[in-house]
């Protein structure tokens, strides 16, 4: 997702777009893994609610996220703030996911099929 930030500095409309396919294309692959979590760290009964949570954060952060830009191209003239934010959250929110979620273990089934 890192790749957004060459994307701000591209000297090609072209070159922009690779690079902007590449990032789209490690977000998703990067946000299914993370919208899968929850049923990692909670217990049955409340992972539709935390699941529910993150897509209440997600929109808020969305609106945000679409309000800032505006505000950012309007004030800046460009777009490179914007492209490099955007190509560092994502790594920022990995670390903080890490710093949070503790250390990861092996999980063992308990009853049911072997």
């Not at 996220?65 to 560092?88: K, M, Q």
């Amino acid at each position: 997702m890192l790749a957004g930030i060459p994307a701000a500095f591209s000297s090609s409309a072209m070159g922009a777009l690779a690079f902007i396919s590449v990032v789209t294309f490690g977000f998703q692959s990067w946000i299914n893994n993370v919208q899968t979590t929850p049923s990692d760290f909670f217990p049955e009964h409340a992972v539709a609610s935390v699941a529910g949570l993150g897509g209440v954060g997600a929109g808020i952060g969305a609106i945000l996220f679409t309000l800032t830009t505006g505000l950012v191209v309007d004030r800046l003239h460009s777009y490179t703030p914007v492209l490099i934010t955007a190509g560092l959250l994502p790594v920022l929110g990995t670390i903080v996911f890490f710093l949070v979620g503790g250390p990861i273990r092996k999980v063992m089934c308990q009853g049911g099929p072997d």
